[in-house]
């Protein structure tokens, strides 16, 4: 086992005295990055835990998918930088690369290209299923309602100890992702829904299925088909986030993949993870105009204040984040591109981030823009509404959950994941004393 071999090659170990009593612990290597102390022991020889809210000192997992350096501003899918990635590959062959490790092929490739393709279209009941959301749901409502319903209409592969239909599970998630997505946007729209045309390349069939009508024919733009697959990329992985973590978490007490997903899903839409990127293009509506930046970011640092940058900090970059750069340099493309010349938007976020990099609160706690700050200027500018940013980004995101699944399903250490909890409530009392006798509840 891989464990093994990485503690065989370190002789360093974690010492923890409790009391007079010293515990040692092994010290496991990782191939770039921190190393981590296995504790996994501690309650068993101690009879105690450690405490850690919000996991910031906690590895959950093994993992060879993604590898960040937040310090340095590095993004790694198996290896391969995110910049090469972002402009040498398509999304499927990078999903395709999280997946099986490596880069396929071209025979490899055009194969899974075929097999992904195959199951863009959905259950003609998911139709009726739409009917039942209110046209003023918002479409991550939908998206966690659908991809959850999945589990009901594809029941041939929900046995994940079957590595046959555990591929078929994800190549289904991904495809149907984007057909779920656009129909989900239809049904807010009151169109007719657009089946996928299986003919174009994923982003171009999602922006046709999202754009075209019957009453006209809608010709996908290679640059914003570029631009759209580039956000793809960008979106599809990024380690043991809150909803890679949610979705591993679900999965380890054997739940099927669809329903994984959805729950993936659900933690995807808060604000402080992928709802961010709404958030950060209605924050940039409401500040209006850069006169009023200075009044915003004092709101951001005033800690009585809910306010937030939105689509600024992160908690593994230190630095800027890799993706965010590059967005910022797609930007500039897909606004010449649709005729923007100076689009006011995108000048007051480039003088929020000058005026945010150069003030001291946000120097100290080390905060740079993230993936979230850029993409829905260009996806405003494809044509999306706001409601629609975290749908793509859960689209994109389909292939990391699913390849961060596959790998904790095959991982031969994989169990329950059950964390415990510093109790602090109150010791056994007798049945009715301390009932309440106030009426505010
Ligand atoms: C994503 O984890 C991932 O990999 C996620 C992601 C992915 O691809 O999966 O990269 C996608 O979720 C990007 C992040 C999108 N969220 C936002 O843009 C929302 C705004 N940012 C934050 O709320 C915050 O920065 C987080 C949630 C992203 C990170 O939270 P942490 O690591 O828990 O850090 P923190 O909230 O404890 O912040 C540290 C300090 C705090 O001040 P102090 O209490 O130490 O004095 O920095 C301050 C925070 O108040 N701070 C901010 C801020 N972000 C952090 N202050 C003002 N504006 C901000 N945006």
Redesign the pocket.
């Known amino acids: 086992m891989v464990r093994k071999k990485l503690n065989k090659k370190n002789n360093r170990k974690a010492k923890i005295i409790i009391d007079e009593t010293t515990y040692e612990f092994p010290i496991y290597n990782s191939t770039e990055g921190e190393a981590v102390i296995d504790i996994s022991k501690l309650h068993a020889e101690a009879n105690i835990f450690t405490y850690d809210p919000?996991f910031?000192s906690t590895a959950s997992c093994e993992s060879k998918i993604t590898y960040i350096d937040g310090d340095k501003g590095i993004l790694r899918y198996r290896g391969y930088d995110i910049e090469e990635l972002a402009k040498k590959s398509d999304f499927i062959e990078v999903v395709n690369l999280l997946i099986y490790g490596d880069l396929p092929n071209k025979e490899q490739l055009t194969k899974y290209k075929r097999l992904i393709t195959r199951h863009t279209l959905l259950h003609e009941q998911i139709i009726n299923f739409f009917q039942g959301f209110r046209r003023d749901a918002h479409p991550m409502a939908m998206m966690v309602g659908v991809m959850g319903a999945l589990s009901s209409f594809y029941q041939d592969t929900l046995n994940i100890n079957d590595s046959h239909q555990r591929q078929e599970a994800t190549r289904r998630i991904i495809a149907k992702s984007a057909t779920i997505g656009a129909m989900a946007y239809k049904y807010s729209l009151g169109q007719a829904f657009v089946s996928p045309r299986n003919n174009l390349s994923f982003s171009e069939n999602f922006l046709y299925m999202c754009f075209s009508n019957t009453a006209e024919n809608y010709k996908v733009s290679p640059v914003l088909a570029k631009a759209m697959d580039t956000i793809l990329i960008l979106?599809a992985d990024?380690?043991q986030?809150?909803?890679?973590s949610t979705v591993r978490l679900a999965g380890s007490s054997g739940a099927n993949p669809f329903a994984c997903i959805a729950a993936g899903v659900s933690s995807l839409w808060g604000?402080?993870?992928?709802g961010?990127n709404q958030?950060?293009l209605e924050m940039l509506e409401e500040i209006g105009s850069s006169k009023n930046i200075k009044k915003y970011i004092a709101k951001?640092?005033n800690?009585k204040d809910p306010f937030?940058?939105?689509?600024?900090?992160?908690?593994?970059y230190k630095n800027y984040?890799p993706r965010a750069k590059i967005l910022k340099s797609i930007c500039l493309k897909v606004l010449k591109h649709v005729g923007v010349k100076n689009d006011p938007i995108l000048k007051l976020a480039m003088d929020l981030e000058k005026i945010a990099l150069n003030d001291k609160?946000?120097k100290e706690?080390r905060?740079y823009p993230?993936?979230?700050?850029y993409s829905g200027i260009i996806l405003r500018a494809i044509g999306f509404p706001p409601e629609m940013f975290t749908v793509i980004f859960a689209i994109a995101?389909t292939a990391g959950w699913t390849a961060q699944w596959t790998e904790m399903i095959e991982d031969p250490i994989q169990k329950i994941g059950r964390p415990r909890q510093l109790y602090t409530g109150k010791r056994v009392i007798k049945y009715g004393v301390g009932r309440s006798s106030k009426n505010t509840r």
Do not use: C, I
């Open positions: 919000g910031t979106h990024h380690e986030n809150a909803s890679t604000p402080a993870h992928g961010a958030a950060a951001a640092k800690k937030k940058l939105m689509g600024f900090g992160h908690r593994v984040d609160y946000f706690k905060l993230n993936v979230d700050f995101r």
